[in-house]
């Protein structure tokens, strides 16, 4: 049973490598060729186009300076993005809207000069020397990232390798810079580099004649709009035992007239175009923080939406009515939770209670902690960091690589760490290759370490001239370990490669040399 089961899942694991087209971007690499004058922008994997990436294409579109730039977005719905676009202004010929992984997709990510997104590109994805990638990332987080990440150490790998290959990082803070360097440990080994400013997204809450606009807009005005805004729960183990929605029709009814209650749930909430009695949907042709910057009161949960909205100076309170198994289950960072300056409902009573209650809403210190660098010109700021040629950190100590390729302990790793703790260095697990050999493992938070899968990216051709090539450091050895090194780790230098076994990844085979005496 168990065979039948390895076969398929390495029968699917091959159909979707085939489905993904992986060798295009082998292809495209090649080629050098960047468009110079070419943006692509991406927002939450194609699922919709909000936060910072919408907010630096609107101004970016609106600005007659990059009138003759081609404007590319990618998104799951092109058809659908299109009219929303052209609904609200932002839409002309220089606007093109292309289906994520699609041919299209894959040829424009591989040529836009200017890269921007705010989670990642896919792990196929070869950043060229040339091209400019900017990553904002999506919010202060509240629960733990990276290594950190209950129960799955190797979660983190896109995101760690995307912070490798960008230009720029955004970091809003200094917590969010140090979860960057530290739980995704690209701490001495990023070429790019990490800048401390505002987030683009939040500029919207400086401008108070747009919130005075969205109020009439969408009547508003003389009363007291709520919008809550929770976290998805679907990956936290079942925990949500609550009907959010409605509890949100009935807080709306009984808050009456003088309240009006939008909503903004997770599509696997409620049914698509479903329509309330009470309380309201966010309209659908606005931007979300747009939207958010006409509310009076914000409820949350967990979500980074708080630190952006407390910009505002408007009313945040949170509701945790499941605070001990959703910390349980996700981790959070304490430095954060143990100085939230909102007051916090665990039950539906106490929620309304605290809407009702007046309270100040002047985060004066937790502002000046977490939202140091946010302003009206934050998205002008980043769209200037863009178009400068990119900084790189220079003098930077190659980083050897020790490729965890056997049975091992916390305390052999630990004992490892101390031995070469003077150096500039990562291990390397192959979690595919070798799952059952780190299942004994829970020292990952206290050791840097980079994940290296065992499929590499060649082309079919390639692979055919690999697999018959009479010599192992031939020129083209050479050159698929280069490319597939800056496929995983960007401009990262490595230096040594040991490992125990000759049987590695191409991405470090060529380069690999005996696991050293010392250890």
């Known amino acids: 049973m168990n065979i039948v089961k390895s076969i398929n899942s390495r029968l699917n694991g091959i159909r979707q490598d085939f489905k993904s087209r992986y060798w295009e971007y082998g292809n495209y690499f090649k080629d050098q060729v960047v468009w110079e004058q070419s943006i692509l922008f991406e927002s ?24 003759e730039y ?32 699609s041919d299209e997709y894959r040829r424009v990510l591989s040529h836009c000069k200017y890269l921007i997104n705010n989670v990642s590109f896919n792990m196929n994805f070869i950043k060229k ?13 509240l629960k733990c990232l990276g290594r950190n990440i209950q129960n799955d150490p190797f979660e983190c790998n896109n995101a ?29 080994i990023m070429h790019g580099q990490i800048k401390e400013q505002g987030y683009p997204r939040n500029s919207i809450f400086f401008d108070q004649n747009k919130r005075q606009s969205i109020k009439k807009r969408y009547g508003l005005e003389g ?67 747009e939207f958010l910057n006409g509310m009076d009161i914000l409820i949350t949960d967990y979500s980074s939406v708080f630190f ?6 408007q009313k945040i309170i949170l509701y945790q009515y499941d605070q001990e198994q959703y910390y349980k289950s996700r981790g959070m960072y ?51 960091l863009l178009m400068n040629l990119p900084e790189q950190v220079i003098g930077r100590m190659p980083v050897d690589l020790y490729i965890i390729d056997f049975l091992t302990t916390d305390e052999m790793l630990l004992k490892m760490v101390e031995k070469i703790k003077n150096k500039n260095f990562r291990f390397v697990f192959i979690p ?40 192992v450091n031939t020129k083209k050895h050479l050159y698929y370990m280069k490319r597939e090194q800056k496929r995983l780790w960007g401009a990262t230098d490595i230096g040594h490669i040991y490992s125990k076994t000759t049987h590695v990844p191409i991405a470090v085979k060529a380069q690999r040399e005996e696991w050293p005496n010392y250890l």
């Open 129 to 141: 020397t040339e091209q400019v990638y900017l990553n904002t990332w999506h919010g202060t987080p």
């Open 334 to 384: 304490s430095e954060v939770a143990n100085q939230l300056p909102f007051p916090i409902a665990f039950t539906y009573e106490e929620l309304k209670q605290y809407i009702k209650t007046e309270e100040s809403t002047i985060y004066t210190e937790f502002k000046k902690q977490f939202c140091p660098f946010d302003s009206l010109k934050a998205t002008e700021e980043s769209i200037q």
């Open 70 to 101: 081609d404007l590319y977005i990618s998104h799951q719905c092109p058809e659908k993005l299109k009219e929303y676009l052209n609904n609200i202004k932002l839409y002309d010929n220089r606007v093109k809207v292309i289906k994520i992984h």
């Open 308 to 313: 952006d909205f407390a910009n505002s100076d």
């Open 223 to 289: 009363k007291i709009s709520i919008f809550y805004m929770p976290t998805w729960r679907g990956t936290a183990n079942g925990i949500d035992d609550v009907d959010q929605v409605s509890e949100m029709e009935r807080l709306a009814k009984e808050l009456g007239e003088t309240y009006k209650v939008f909503v903004k749930f997770h599509p696997a909430m409620q049914k698509e175009g479903a329509k309330f009695k009470y309380c309201l949907n966010m309209p659908d042709n606005i931007e979300v923080y």
């Open 44 to 67: 939450f994997g194609g699922l919709n186009f909000q936060g910072n990436p919408y907010y630096i294409f609107k101004e970016i579109f609106l600005n007659n300076k990059y009138k």
């Open 432 to 471: 595919k290759r070798s799952n059952k050999r780190f299942s004994n493992i829970t020292c990952f938070d206290k050791i840097d370490y980079l994940i290296l899968y065992p499929n590499s990216k060649l082309t079919i051709k390639e692979r055919i001239i690999y697999l018959f090539s009479a010599l």
């Open 160 to 188: 760690q390798r995307n912070f490798l290959l960008c230009d720029y990082l955004l970091a809003p803070n200094k917590l969010t810079r140090n979860v960057y360097e530290n739980d995704y440990m690209v701490r001495g």
